[in-house]
């Protein structure tokens, strides 16, 4: 069996698709936001023997602070009242909520939510424990 029919028809195929944009990606694709959370303190699933002053995430890229929170909550309870969520001076891919008050023994979820330059919101959330050292 010749492969040559096979080539000419593949050929055929993408000389008249590709300038149409059948098989080129798609432009919701190509234009997917790019802002994703890279890391965060603490971390998720992180067990704590001591009380976390803040809440610290890092992003892929600086968010828009306008569209960017941290809400920090119990398990099953209503959320804290944390401070204001900010970018660093030293790095704005660093948002940070302080956390003014000691935190109770339990597990939390941290629930953020990040706006990247182009409009697109992000959300997250992950869980954290604050317990006695064994």
């Keep these: 069996m010749s492969l040559k029919p096979v080539l000419t028809g593949l050929i055929v195929l993408l000389g008249v698709s590709l300038p ?3 098989l080129a990606p798609s432009r919701a694709t190509a234009n997917a936001p790019h802002l994703s959370l890279a890391e965060s303190w603490p971390k998720a ?3 704590l023997a001591e009380s976390p002053e803040e809440v610290r995430l ?3 890229e ?3 602070m306008n569209g960017t929170s941290l809400r920090l909550r119990p398990m099953d309870a209503e959320p804290l009242d944390i401070g204001k969520t900010i970018a660093t001076v030293e790095d704005d891919k660093i948002v940070v909520a302080s956390i003014p008050m000691p935190l ?6 941290v629930l953020w939510r990040a706006m990247a330059r182009d409009g697109h919101v992000v ?3 992950f869980q ?3 317990r006695t050292e064994r």
């Design 20 to 22: 149409f944009g059948i």
């Design 45 to 47: 699933d992180e067990e």
């Design 58 to 60: 890092r992003f892929t």
């Design 62 to 64: 600086a968010p828009q």
């Design 104 to 109: 109770e023994y339990g597990t939390y979820e």
């Design 123 to 125: 959300r997250g959330d």
């Design 128 to 130: 954290f424990e604050f």
